[in-house]
């Protein structure tokens, strides 16, 4: 097999097009193919298209016929078919492309495992989050109210919705306390961080893309992403979503959570609860449990997937539930053991 005339296709690194090219062996392939794609001979590699494998002397005669290569220069590295997929989305110029070729496909797939990655491909590539105004993209606001007259204003209301349901949750929990004195001292701790929230503008930044970085959650063209639950620094299936990207997205991103780290239900609320049992509105630290109940302090976002609904078993910090005020007064009144004199 040996010193047989072996035909070929050859490509370079970063082009689409193949060449057929006919060589005995690799040192005759690669000055073939560096000369005709003007790659430099010294350090140039010839490789499988499909995973990267290396192509040797030895290895070169078990070809089959016209298997596709790919000619690397010195440097290079190749990892198969994947290259070509992260060389498109790095780039906007074969978008429309991609486009027609996924419908075309997506129309005569039979398998719904493909038909599922074709659809979000298309989801993802028809992308029109540079529109911001009703206007612009009228499609977008299909089913939003007509006073939102661009996607950031909507975005920034749909925030301060999901953090105003958090205070009316607060205020619910009213109901709950028998003790009149008890009841007036959370209806006043209530108020009070409802008056904080309403300064901060209920948060509604952490979804508006127009706000600074520190403040919102997603990057300046509008992508989130999931933050991992709870009990987890990251997201391990990396989700992310652009809700100002089209219609579905918005739709699809209402189903995302913000988690509370630490439980409001479960423990933030009945830790203020009991800390209002014996002490007044005032002795408690309000920042503490503004932090838990509406800040990303406490807070995370995450896809609903990642959103895990048992028991996070996750206490508030006791050292934190009470002013500063009210700790050195509890230190003082703290009876002193009065030490025995040794004789």
Known sequence: MFGKIKPVKIRSYSENRKYGIAAKDVKELLKKACNLL????????????????IVTE??????????ELVLMSKGQTWSGVVCDISQLLNTDRHADSLIEAAKGLLSDEKSSKRRKILTDLLQNLEDRSELEGREEDEDWFQGVDSRFKTKSAYMKYNCESRIRGYLKELDDATKSIQKAKVR???LKTSQSLAEMLKTAKYN??????TEKQPD??????????????????????????NPYGSREGRI??????????????????????EALQNHRSTDINLNYFYQ???????????????????????????KKIYTNAT?????????????????
């Open 292 to 318: 838990l109940l509406f800040t990303r302090e406490n807070l995370k976002l995450v896809h609903i997937v990642c959103h895990k609904k048992g028991a996070h078993n996750l206490q508030c910090d006791t």
């Open 184 to 186: 007036a001292e959370f």
């Open 327 to 343: 700790k050195d007064l509890k230190a003082k009144q703290k009876p002193k053991v009065k030490k025995r004199r040794m004789t």
């Open 204 to 209: 509604g930044c952490y979804f508006d893309r």
């Open 58 to 67: 030895e290895f070169f005669p078990t070809l089959a016929d016209n298997t």
């Open 38 to 53: 003007l790659v430099p001979l010294s350090g140039a590699r010839v490789c499988l298209y499909e995973d990267g494998t």
């Open 252 to 273: 699809v991103f209402s189903t995302w959570n913000l988690d509370h780290r630490i439980e409001k239900k479960r423990t933030v609320i009945p830790a203020l609860l």
């Open 216 to 241: 919102r959650l997603c990057t300046q063209e509008g992508w989130f992403t999931c933050q991992g639950s709870f009990d987890e620094k990251v997201c391990k299936s990396l989700h992310s979503i």
